[in-house]
Structures are given as structure tokens and as C-alpha cells.
């Protein structure tokens, strides 16, 4: 007679309870080797780069010594020096955040020594700058024997810098001392929140550091110098500690808006170039985002923007960053989408939608008289102009036209209108083109941006169907606009650890910009209570609860 599981459960309870016991021991044991091997290796990891970053940091101090020595100021010397100082830079951040992560996991363990790096001792606040004193609380009684004989001994002072808008501060924090007359216990406030562990920067200066790097698109080193001519001197590898910090503190945030984002129906993805320095040359890495923006469906779900960074451009990091999700995806025709679009896809294959922006552009470019006119006046060779671009461009203005009439309406009401009034523009326009295309040579210029579209005209024409589809993928292309415009004034990320920590603040404040909230002043305000804040209410200050707490707190600004 075979044996079944249930025949090995044995009948009696004390039996049972020591069954259950041995079990839960194991599992502990298990958890506790899981946790004593995530920590070990968070310390080595630690370790490695604090490593690199002092490395890099003497390599950076030998360098501006030989140039100081040797006279070296040609353009090409300094901007060598900008580009060690952006490696350190990143470095720097890394290192710190990595200590915070190791910090973090030896807590879970007591069999691993948390890990401290090595920082070069601080220089003090300088001494023109007014001090402001807040005295915390004194306690009313001792907190050894609860007697209420106490008298001051003394007091503790952390300084925490802070900027108001065009002027510093150093805020002094005074937490008095008091013993108790009855048991000569001594009694004090507990220190402040800083916003980051072993933080020195206030929450309004930490949040203008990262949103002048992520949001102004300032390096470190040009943010030093300004701070160093308004008469408060910050190095380089101090501003990079706490860049590093405020992503490692801001990671929880960055977890949340992923989440939004990736509980879509219909997303918007692109992707740009950024440079990224490498040994002895400049690599191009990606940057890649998804935008959640509901709005011209009337959706009532905040907008929201998440950003990832890569290496190079192939099609498995997509397939990696919507690995669990499925809807449609609005995007350009890049080929490395298709793994998403796969038939046989788990959880489900991606419904591709097209831009017909990205296909009026190739159009256009046929058709722009201007830009032809320009380049002529300039003495270049001016492009082509065809009457038949001109044409297609007009087709396909009318269908933007009625898309604007449309937008916020629900998605029902759009999908009418669009029966009604696109379904015969789009049947006329794609018979106009095959009969167009079919009059012209294969390597003509209008046939290839013909083919372009016929080619994948099922995913064109999928808007028709589906209200909830916009006719173009702009809300990618505005997310990603900000990165272009800071490629003229960072030049390049210093590593891939920079460029996936450029990518969560990218989210943070590309999110608050589409909620139409201040960047900075959200970040300062987050910044200031996520210290304390419970971890099981951090949607309390995602953008857009965090604006609706605003116009309760100040109804007038509604």
C-alpha cells in the first residue's frame, strides 16, 4: 500500500506543535543565512566602491597638482580635469549610496559589522553666516526615575545647512541637557531628522542640489564654483555624498511611481542617446521612459513618468522593464519592441499602437518649403519639396485636427467621433497612398516614407477602435525632452551607476512636472519628513496626493 503525505501527519497535537516548531526554526535559520549573505555582500560592495572613489579622488589631486606645477591650461587640459571630476563625482555618490545599502542590511544581521567609510574631515560652516537657534522641547521629567527635579547641564549643538531663496543659514539645533537632582540621570531631546544618515545639507538645499543636476541639468563642479562665489565654499566630493544619499533615501519613493506607472492599460515609451564616459572614450548609453498620462481619455488617474537606463539599445531591456506587464504600447516602429508584440508573449502579448507624428515627420521633411527656403538663402543645397508630400501632410493634419476637438472627452464619446469622421479619412488616405506609391520608383523618397507606414498600418489604424489610444506618442517625446536639452551641459553621465540614478530622479521630477507641481519645492518638502515617515503610508507623498494636501492645507490656493 503506497504511503500519502497525509498518512505521515501525525494524529497527535503535541506532535503537531513540535512539527510546526522545527519547521519555523528552519525557516528562521534559513532567513537568518539569506540575510547574513545579503549583508556581507552589501559591506563587500561597499567597500569596492568606497575604493573606487578614493581612487578616483587621488588620481583627480595628482592631476591638478602636475597641472598647477607644469602650467598646463590649455582648453583641452581643463576639460579633461571636468571630466575626472565627473567621474568622481559619480563615484562619490555611489559609494555612499552603496554604504547606506550595506548599512541597511547589516542591521538585519548581527553577525555582520556595518561598514563606515572614510570621508576626509569636514570643514566647518563658515562663520558669516547667521546662525538661526531652535531649541528642541526640554523634557519635563526624567526619563530615568520620571522626577521632576531637573536643572540644565548642558546643551548639544547640530548644525544642519540650510538655503532660503538667495540667501544661507546655519541652523542650529540645541537640544538642552538636564540631570535630575533626584538620581543625577541626565535627561535631553533626541537629535533632529536629517534627511539622509550622518546628513549635514538641509532638505531644501539637498532638494536644490539634485534639481539643479537632474532638473537644470548643472554638474556638480559648476554648482561648487556658484556656491563658492556666494561665499559658501562646498568641494566636489561633499555635494556628490549627498547626491548619493538623497537617491538612496528617495529609492522608496522611485518603487511607488514604478508601480503607478506599470498599472496602466496604455503606455507611452521612448528612448534617447545619453554619453556615457568610458575608458578613454565616450560610450552611448540609453535612457528609456514610459509615461502614464490618461488625461486625453478623460482618465482620472494621475499622469506619471518612470525612466530606465541602459548601456546599449537592445531589444531585451524593454522586454526587461515591461516583463510583467501587458496593454497596449504606444511607441515608434523600433524593431527591438518586438519581443513585447510576440504572439506567444506571457502574461500576454503588447498591443502595438503607432505615432503618427513620428510618421507626419518623415513626411514633412519632404514637404517643409521653409527649411528648403533657408538652406538655399544659406548657399547650402536646399532639400527636395514635393507637391505630393505637401498633400499627405495635409491628410493627415485633418485627423490631428479632430483629435484636438476630442481630447478629455471619455473614451467612448472619441471612439463615436472617430467612426463617424476619422474612419473615412484614414480608408481615403491609405488608398491615396498605395495609388500614389504605385506611380513612383522604388528608392524614391515619398514611397520609403509610404512604406513606412503601410507596412504597419494595422498598428496605425488600432486608434480607431480604442478610445483610450492618442494619435501620437508626443507624451514620451516631451518626458524625454529635458535629457536633450541637458546632453549641451553635462556632456555625458560618468558611469552606468550614474546614469540608473540619473533615471530615478528623472522619474521624481519628470512625475511632479506632469502633475504641474515645483520640482524643488516637493523634493524639499519629502525630503524633510521621509525620515519619519511610515513606510506603509509612502503614497502620502507621491505628486499628486502631495498637491491635494496642499489645497487642504491652503484652500486659497485651489
Not at 400 to 409: A, H, T, Y
Request: proline content about 6%; overall charge positive; glycine content about 6%.
Amino acid at each position: 500500500m503506497v504511503a500519502t503525505a497525509q498518512d505521515a501527519v501525525p494524529d497527535d497535537i503535541g506532535a503537531l506543535r513540535a512539527a510546526l516548531a522545527a519547521a519555523l526554526a528552519r525557516a528562521e535559520d534559513e532567513a537568518a543565512r539569506a540575510a547574513l549573505v545579503e549583508a556581507e555582500l552589501a559591506v563587500a560592495r561597499a567597500k569596492a566602491s568606497g575604493d573606487a572613489a578614493l581612487i578616483a579622488h587621488q588620481d583627480l589631486t595628482i592631476r591638478k597638482l602636475q597641472r598647477a606645477l607644469h602650467g598646463q591650461s590649455s582648453e583641452r587640459s581643463a576639460r579633461l580635469h571636468e571630466q575626472m571630476e565627473l567621474t568622481f563625482e559619480e563615484l562619490e555618490s555611489t559609494a555612499t549610496q552603496d554604504e547606506i545599502a550595506a548599512e541597511q542590511a547589516a542591521a538585519r544581521t548581527t553577525e555582520v559589522a556595518p561598514y563606515v567609510r572614510k570621508r576626509p574631515a569636514r570643514q566647518p560652516f563658515p562663520e558669516h553666516l547667521p546662525r538661526e537657534r531652535v531649541v528642541e522641547p526640554a523634557p519635563a521629567a526624567c526619563h530615568c526615575c520620571g522626577g521632576h527635579r531637573l536643572r540644565k547641564l548642558g546643551e548639544d549643538i547640530t548644525e544642519t545647512l540650510e538655503v532660503v531663496p538667495r540667501q544661507w543659514k546655519v541652523i542650529q539645533h540645541v537640544r538642552e541637557k538636564f540631570t535630575c537632582r533626584d538620581c543625577e540621570a541626565i535627561s535631553q531631546a533626541p537629535a533632529p531628522f536629517h534627511a539622509t544618515p550622518r546628513g549635514w545639507a538641509g532638505p531644501s538645499l539637498l532638494a536644490m542640489i539634485l534639481f539643479e543636476k537632474f532638473g537644470q541639468h548643472q554638474p556638480l563642479n559648476r554648482q561648487a564654483e556658484r556656491y563658492a562665489r556666494e561665499g559658501v565654499p562646498l568641494s566636489l566630493s561633499t555635494l556628490a555624498d549627498q547626491v548619493g544619499a538623497g537617491a538612496a533615501a528617495l529609492m522608496p519613493l522611485f518603487k511607488r511611481l514604478e508601480a503607478h506607472v506599470l498599472a496602466a492599460s496604455r503606455l507611452h515609451g521612448d528612448d534617447t542617446t545619453v554619453p556615457v564616459l568610458a575608458k578613454g572614450k565616450t560610450d552611448t548609453g540609453r535612457l528609456w521612459t514610459y509615461v502614464r498620462d490618461d488625461r486625453p481619455f478623460g482618465g482620472a488617474d494621475p499622469p506619471a513618468a518612470v525612466f530606465y537606463y541602459s548601456r546599449d539599445r537592445r531589444g531585451e531591456h524593454p522586454a526587461a522593464h515591461l516583463a510583467g506587464w501587458s496593454g497596449i504600447l504606444q511607441a515608434d516602429a523600433f524593431g527591438g519592441y518586438g519581443d513585447l508584440y510576440a504572439t506567444g508573449r506571457q502574461p500576454a502579448p503588447v498591443l502595438e499602437a503607432s505615432c503618427w507624428a513620428h510618421s507626419r515627420r518623415k513626411v514633412f521633411e519632404l514637404a517643409d518649403i521653409e527649411a528648403a527656403a533657408r538652406k538655399k538663402a544659406r548657399g547650402d543645397k536646399p532639400n527636395l519639396v514635393y507637391p505630393l508630400a505637401v498633400e499627405a501632410v495635409k491628410r493627415i493634419d485633418a485627423l490631428f485636427d479632430i483629435e484636438r476637438e476630442i481630447n478629455g472627452l471619455s473614451p467612448a464619446q472619441r471612439h463615436a467621433v472617430r467612426q463617424e469622421r476619422s474612419v473615412p479619412l484614414v480608408t481615403e488616405l491609405e488608398r491615396w497612398m498605395i495609388e500614389t506609391r504605385d506611380k513612383l520608383s522604388r528608392g524614391h523618397d515619398l514611397t520609403k516614407a509610404f512604406n513606412y507606414m503601410l507596412r504597419r498600418w494595422p498598428s496605425f489604424t488600432r486608434f480607431l477602435a480604442d478610445g483610450r489610444i492618442c494619435l501620437s506618442n508626443n507624451a514620451a517625446e516631451r518626458a524625454l525632452r529635458g535629457i536633450a536639452l541637458g546632453r549641451k551641459s553635462w556632456l555625458f553621465c560618468g558611469s552606468d551607476r550614474g546614469g540608473q540614478r540619473a533615471a530615478v530622479l528623472y522619474s521624481l521630477i519628470a512625475s511632479a512636472k506632469l502633475n504641474d507641481i515645483d520640482p524643488q519645492a516637493w523634493l524639499a518638502d519629502i525630503l524633510a519628513r521621509i525620515a519619519a515617515h511610515p513606510a506603509q503610508r509612502i503614497d502620502d507623498l507621491l505628486p499628486w496626493n502631495w498637491r491635494s494636501a496642499k489645497l487642504r492645507t491652503h484652500p486659497a490656493a485651489a
